[in-house]
């Protein structure tokens, strides 16, 4: 185990990480009083309206501000600032417009939700693939979404707790713990709603530090080497970012920490809002990928986790101020994260067999919470890549772009959704277990053949979505062509000897 330059952790015998003396003392400190603001911020919420949909105590939605900020930080993850950095290391600016790109997925989902409201009545996403694409449909989908949420719960607390210890030292699992338990404990007491109103704090709280370390950071290398640093070829970072432009496409809709929030606001309050959070999302996550250039201009080894390598190369307090913009974003995350799955798992999949718990509903949702919480936390005890938990879950969903962007612009069939979606999870199952042919790749890079299964993935995904909504089509013009041409004959003769 190594010693940190910070010199608050030192080896004991066992070979784990402990805390000690003052920058000990100041790191466990955050974390607990932290907690106790989000705590004491929190509004406790009793009514299904708050804790589901985030309503306040009078039954108003939340205001544009809150909204904005909400998605704003509950986008920026713990892992996202962490791969941004880790990208911006690898590849320059190169890779940290791939990871940036990502945030152009939000408005993106903004103008698609606000369609499918607007059009179509829809009110939530599982309720509405249930009415046009039937139950097994809205089941296949909400299983994906649990994969997801699942995720977001290691692949935060992992990134918490590799500030207070290396992976799987008793330290790194303690502060991921600890942090989990805080956000759980809050977002019990108030669903939605305390995800809402904590995030403004959160989102301050990151704002404000990473505006603090970026100035301590940038001034150290002339702008013109973070912006021309990297090289723009297909096997030097431009591969993810296609892959990235790729994927914002059918990204955003298997998220429900973003898409929940798009039915819970007026439609045109809604749509403002993905809009200002996706700009401003993706300025944050290339500003802070410059934290990767400044690791790689120093000639320091390569790292999983850059801006905690960064921080205790450079002082105990960058490497605290480090922790805090983590934590923020991670815990803005999660409590999002806990809502999402107490809502699915309390409401839309119970609608789904026919069931309304009623008040109850807040109760299970307290239950599902507590239990995520518990086994979420089981891969980050093992120890996985955080950057997996968003490429190939983004992948795997390819096949919700045709699904959610050309509804009603082609006839919607259950065949086509299942074509369509099952086409997705099978491509990237068998990229995840490395059964694609490297053959495939494109470009060359470490990241060419997941562009490939994307790029051709996404093509096969759309054509199992049309092609039976144009066979359905066409039979129902063949079939009311000639009957329809004569019944408007023999109806307007029908007029004709009426008025005569």
């Avoid at 199992?464 to 329809?484: C, N």
Wanted: with cysteine; aromatic share 12%; hydrophobic share 50%.
């Amino acid at each position: 185990m190594r010693l940190y330059k910070a010199e608050f952790m030192v080896s004991d015998e066992k070979g784990d990480c402990v805390m000690e003396s003052f920058q000990g003392y100041l790191f466990w400190g955050f974390l607990i009083v932290y907690g106790m603001i989000m705590m004491a911020i929190s509004p406790r919420v009793i009514t299904l309206g708050g804790f589901f949909r985030g309503e306040d105590k009078h039954g108003r939605a939340s205001s544009p501000f809150l909204l904005t900020a909400s998605i704003f930080i509950s986008w920026i993850f713990a892992k996202s600032v962490t791969n941004a950095a880790n990208l911006g290391a690898q590849y320059g600016i190169v890779g940290g417009l791939a990871y940036a790109s990502y945030w152009l997925c939000i408005p993106l989902a903004g103008f698609a939700i606000y369609r499918l409201r607007t059009k179509f009545a829809a009110k939530g996403l599982v309720s509405f693939l249930t009415s046009n694409y039937g139950p097994a449909a809205a089941l296949a989908f909400s299983a994906a979404i649990l994969i997801r949420l699942f995720n977001e719960v290691w692949s935060n607390s992992s990134v918490v707790g590799a500030y207070y210890g290396d992976g799987g030292s008793t330290a790194f699992i303690w502060g991921a713990v600890l942090f989990t338990l805080i956000t759980l404990a809050y977002s019990m007491r108030g669903g939605l709603r305390s995800s809402i109103v904590t995030d403004t704090i959160q989102a301050v709280l990151f704002v404000v530090v990473l505006v603090f370390v970026i100035a301590w950071i940038v001034p150290k290398h002339p702008i013109g080497e973070y912006v021309s640093s990297g090289v723009w070829g297909l096997s030097t970072g431009v591969d993810m970012l296609l892959v990235t432009l790729l994927q914002i496409f059918s990204y955003p809709f298997h998220d429900p920490v973003l898409t929940d929030r798009g039915f819970i606001s007026e439609e045109k309050i809604m749509v403002k809002a993905f809009i200002a959070s996706g700009v401003l999302g993706f300025f944050a996550i290339l500003i802070f990928s410059f934290i990767g250039i400044h690791y790689t201009l120093l000639g320091l080894p390569s790292s999983g986790n850059v801006p905690a390598a960064l921080g205790k190369v450079m002082s105990t307090a960058m490497f605290f101020f480090m922790a805090v913009i983590m934590i923020s974003a991670a815990g803005s995350t999660l409590d999002s994260t806990f809502s999402s799955l107490a809502k699915l798992c309390a409401q839309e999949l119970p609608a789904l067999a026919g069931k309304d718990f009623g008040n109850k509903a807040r109760i299970i949702g307290m239950f599902v919470m507590l239990v995520f919480a518990l086994i979420g936390n089981l891969p980050m005890i093992v120890g996985t890549d955080i950057l997996k938990a968003t490429t190939i879950s983004g992948t795997m969903v390819m096949g919700l772009a045709p699904i959610f962007l050309l509804h009603g612009l082609v006839k919607p069939t259950r065949l086509g959704f299942h074509l369509s979606f099952w086409t997705g999870i099978v491509l990237g199952i068998a990229f995840t277990v490395g059964a694609v042919p490297s053959s495939i790749g494109i470009g060359g890079g470490t990241n060419g053949v997941l562009l490939a299964v994307n790029l051709y993935g996404l093509i096969l995904c759309t054509l199992g979505y049309i092609i039976p909504g144009l066979i359905v089509s066409a039979r129902e013009a063949k079939e009311s062509g000639p009957s329809g041409s004569a019944h408007e004959a023999i109806a307007a003769a029908g007029e004709i000897e009426e008025r005569a």
